[in-house]
């Protein structure tokens, strides 16, 4: 499990940092599975 924990005085461009990040970590998730399943298929 991952915990974030952001402090800021201000709150302008905390959300769109966050979301890049979570977008970011997702791609790599999904790149991730696609070389999972090719080699899956190769089996």
């Given at each position: 499990?991952?915990?974030?924990?952001?402090?800021?005085?201000?709150e302008d461009g905390v959300?769109?940092?966050?979301?890049?990040?979570?977008?970011?970590?997702?791609?790599?998730?999904?790149?991730?599975?696609?070389?999972?399943t090719k080699q899956?298929?190769?089996?």
């Amino acid at each position: 499990m991952i915990k974030l924990q952001i402090q800021s005085d201000k709150e302008d461009g905390v959300i769109d940092i966050i979301r890049a990040a979570i977008s970011a970590e997702i791609k790599r998730l999904e790149i991730d599975l696609n070389k999972t399943t090719k080699q899956i298929e190769k089996i």
